[in-house]
């Protein structure tokens, strides 16, 4: 059974670029969560894809936004980089929207 | 929305020690687990126990969920099980898991 998986595990980008980040589910899921967690903090939900359609979304602007393929897999993508995106992004899957959450090993955005 | 409280914000123990988590929240969950963050960032599932007892290894854990509160219970402890530990819970029919502040564990030699 494959485990959830990221990429890139580290990004550094300047303020005003754009970043897309991904996430492989796990082996049997069909949904994908996104959250970001700040230093100290823990994860805050950002949105979740299930059915290839967003399908819950936390208090994150409009910039933040994602696609899921029918193969599951996920996209984030971030516009307009700002300093305060800097932060740790975490992919978890799951089977079915209010399933038990697995997550993969994240993201480490630094934006400069 | 919903609260989760998590106790101690950090906790210093010898190897060998025991400990006690805690986790309260504020509404009624449909889902509530326990999470090891290790130094890396990655989330370990411990725990998915949304009402009940489980039992792996030296980690156990209870929700009380008509009193709104779970533990995390770690026998002799190793240097290992140091890092954050993370309770998260959802209510019914939303999709996001709300995480606490989390408890720092350092397990020293």
């Known amino acids: 059974e494959t485990g959830v998986t990221q990429s890139p595990t580290h990004l550094i980008k300047t303020r005003g670029q754009q970043v897309t980040l991904r996430c492989s589910s796990q082996s049997g899921h069909n949904t994908v969560s996104w959250y970001q967690q700040a230093l100290g903090q823990g994860p805050q939900f950002i949105f979740q894809?299930?059915?290839?359609?967003?399908?819950g979304r936390g208090n994150f602007p409009p910039r933040f936004s994602g696609l899921q393929f029918p193969n599951y897999s996920s996209e984030l993508n971030v516009n307009a980089l700002e300093l305060d995106d800097s932060a740790l992004y975490l992919c978890a899957s799951s089977f079915g929207s209010e399933g038990e959450q697995y997550f993969g090993p994240g993201t480490r955005l630094t934006v400069t | 929305g919903i609260q989760v409280e998590q106790s101690p914000p950090d906790l210093i123990l010898q190897e060998g020690a025991n400990s006690t988590l805690r986790c309260n929240f504020s509404d009624s969950v449909n889902n509530l687990q326990w999470f090891h963050q290790n130094p890396w960032g990655q989330l370990i599932n411990l725990f998915y126990?949304?009402?009940g007892t489980k039992q792996n290894g030296r980690l156990s854990a209870t929700t009380v969920a008509t009193e709104r509160y779970s533990l995390l219970y770690i026998s002799s402890s190793q240097t290992t099980d140091s890092g954050v530990y993370f309770c998260?819970?959802?209510?019914?029919?939303?999709?996001?898991?709300?995480f606490g502040q989390g408890t720092r564990l350092t397990i020293n030699p």
């Open positions: 126990i949304p009402s």
């Open positions: 894809y299930y059915r290839e359609e967003e399908n």
């Open positions: 998260a819970v959802s209510i019914q029919g939303a999709q996001k898991l709300v």
